[in-house]
C-alpha cells in the first residue's frame, strides 16, 4: 500500500474525522494522498447517515468501484462514519466491494483495520458502542493550513424524533474545558486563522462534566487566545443564553453569524419533532440574537414535509422564515431514518404536495437573502481569502465574518496563492442572493 483517498459525506464533525483519519494512514502506515481515487491503494468514504441521499450516494459510488476491485484484488474499501455505525456488519451485504467497516466511536483505530484487511485480504469490522481509543490524541492533516475543526463536544442528548445522530454518534460528551483551550493555542502557534468549534449543539457544552452549561466561557476563551476568527456550530433555540450572545457581541474575534436550526415554524410540528420550544419561544430568541449583536447575519434549518405537516402548519413556516430575515437558510425535504421514532409515525405527506412547499420556501429565502445581501452595496467587508473561484481562476473567493461568500478580482501584480489564508478589506459592489462581488481595496503588493 502506498497512496489513499477519502470521500466524506456530511456534516463537519465527519471533515474533521477526515482529517484525523489522513493523519493516521499517513503516520502509521506511511500512504500518500492522490487526487484520483482510481490511483488508490486505500479508499475510505466516511459517511453520513441524516438524510436518505448520502446513503444512496455511496451505494453508488462504492458500486463503480467494482471494475477497480476486480484488477487490483489488493484495493483496501473502507466505510465508516454514521451509516457504518447504524448499519454495522450488514454493509458487507449490502456493499459486497468494502472490505473495512469502522463506526464513528473508532475512528483512531483506522490504520490498524486497514492493515489488517490488507494482510488477511478479509473483511474486518469494528463498531462498538463506546469510545475506545481518544481521535483528539491522534495526528491531524488539515485540509488548510488556515482553519480547523475544534469539536468541543460529541454526541447529543436532545432525540430529535426525525434525527438518527444520537443513535450513530452517542450521548453528549464534553471535552474538559483546559484540552479544548490549549487545542486552541496550538492551532493558532500553528498559524491557524479561524476556527469553528463543533458540537450537535454547542449551547449546551459542559453540562455532563460540571453540571451547568458553559459555552458561553469556553467561546470567550478561545477567542482571547489570539486567533482572527471563532465560529461555531451548532446551536440549538431552547439553550440559546444571554450569556452566549454577549459573548458574540463583546469578543472581537467571535464572528457576527448565528447558525440556528428552526426545522419548524408550526408550535404542533416542533412538538412532533421534540424540539421542546415553540414558535413564539424560536422567535423571541431570534430577536434576542439581532438586539444584541449589532449586524448578526442568522442562519438555519428548515424541514419540509415532515409527517403530518398540514397546509396551516406550513403557512406557519413561511410565517417564522418572514419573520426571522434569513442570510441563509439550509432547507430540506423531510427523509425518513429507520430507527427514529418518526420513522414510524406514518400520515406521510405527499411527495408532490412536499415538493411544491420547499419550492415556495426557496423563493422566499432567495428574496430576503437578496434584500440583506443589497444592504452591504459600497460597504467595506473584512474577507478571509480560501482561494480561487472554481468558475473563474482570475477571481478570489473568500468568507466575510457574516460567512457570505464573496468573489473579487485578484488585484494586479498580486500572487493568489500568497493571498490564500489572509484577510483583505472588499468592498462591495454587486449583491446576489448566495454571493457578494467586489474588488480588493487598499490592497499593497507584498
Not at 454547542?202 to 452549561?213: A, C, E, I, K, M
Not at 415556495?360 to 467595506?380: D, F, H, W, Y
Request: one cysteine or more; hydrophobic letters at 40%.
Amino acid at each position: 500500500m502506498q497512496t489513499y483517498h477519502i470521500v466524506t459525506f456530511g456534516c463537519q464533525m465527519n471533515k474533521h474525522d477526515s482529517e484525523h483519519i489522513a493523519g493516521l494512514l499517513e503516520s502509521e502506515l506511511g500512504l500518500e494522498p492522490v487526487d484520483d481515487l482510481r490511483r488508490a491503494d486505500v479508499i475510505v468514504f466516511n459517511t453520513c447517515a441524516v438524510r436518505e441521499g448520502a446513503e444512496e450516494r455511496l451505494r453508488g459510488q462504492v458500486a463503480t468501484l467494482k471494475p477497480l476491485k476486480a484488477a487490483n484484488p489488493d484495493l483496501v474499501i473502507a466505510v465508516g462514519g454514521c451509516v457504518a455505525q447504524h448499519e454495522k456488519e450488514r454493509l458487507f451485504a449490502l456493499l459486497p466491494h468494502v472490505d473495512v467497516v469502522f463506526g464513528t466511536h473508532n475512528v483512531a483505530e483506522i490504520a490498524d483495520l486497514v492493515r489488517r484487511a490488507a494482510d488477511s485480504r478479509g473483511r474486518v469490522a469494528a463498531v462498538p458502542d463506546s469510545q475506545r481509543r481518544d481521535l483528539e490524541a491522534t495526528p491531524s492533516i488539515r485540509e488548510t493550513r488556515w482553519h480547523a475543526w475544534l469539536p468541543i463536544a460529541v454526541g447529543c442528548d436532545n432525540f430529535c424524533s426525525y434525527c438518527i445522530v444520537p443513535h450513530t454518534r452517542g450521548r453528549e460528551r464534553s471535552r474538559p474545558f483546559e484540552d479544548v483551550v490549549a487545542e486552541a493555542e496550538r492551532l493558532v502557534n500553528d498559524g491557524v486563522v479561524e476556527i469553528t468549534l463543533l458540537g450537535q449543539n454547542v449551547n449546551s457544552y459542559g453540562r455532563d462534566l460540571y453540571g451547568t452549561p458553559r459555552f458561553a466561557e469556553v467561546l470567550r476563551a478561545v477567542a482571547r487566545t489570539g486567533v482572527a476568527r471563532v465560529r461555531f456550530v451548532t446551536s440549538h433555540p431552547k439553550d440559546l443564553s444571554d450569556e452566549t450572545l454577549a459573548a458574540i457581541a463583546e469578543e472581537p474575534a467571535v464572528c457576527e453569524y448565528l447558525h440556528l436550526p428552526a426545522q419548524s415554524g408550526s408550535t404542533r410540528v416542533l412538538t412532533a419533532m421534540n424540539r421542546r420550544y415553540t414558535k413564539e419561544q424560536y422567535l423571541e430568541a431570534v430577536e434576542r440574537a439581532y438586539a444584541a449583536v449589532p449586524g448578526l447575519a442568522l442562519s438555519g434549518d428548515i424541514i419540509v414535509g415532515f409527517p403530518g405537516e398540514t397546509d396551516e402548519d406550513f403557512e406557519d413556516t413561511l410565517d417564522l422564515v418572514r419573520r426571522c430575515r434569513y442570510d441563509q437558510l439550509f432547507t430540506f425535504l423531510y427523509s425518513p431514518r429507520p430507527g427514529t421514532r418518526a420513522a414510524t409515525m406514518g400520515d406521510e405527506v405527499p411527495r408532490d404536495v412536499a415538493q411544491e412547499r420547499f419550492d415556495r420556501l426557496v423563493k422566499i429565502v432567495q428574496r430576503t437573502a437578496l434584500e440583506k445581501n443589497l444592504a452591504l452595496v459600497g460597504s467595506t467587508v473584512e474577507v478571509l481569502v480560501e482561494g480561487s473561484s472554481k468558475r473563474d481562476a482570475a477571481m478570489l473567493a473568500g468568507r466575510t465574518r457574516t460567512n457570505k461568500l464573496v468573489h473579487a478580482p485578484v488585484p494586479d501584480d498580486a500572487d493568489p496563492d500568497r493571498l490564500v489564508g489572509t484577510l483583505v478589506p472588499v468592498e462591495v459592489t454587486e449583491a446576489h442572493a448566495w454571493h457578494l462581488v467586489g474588488r480588493v481595496a487598499g490592497y499593497q503588493h507584498r
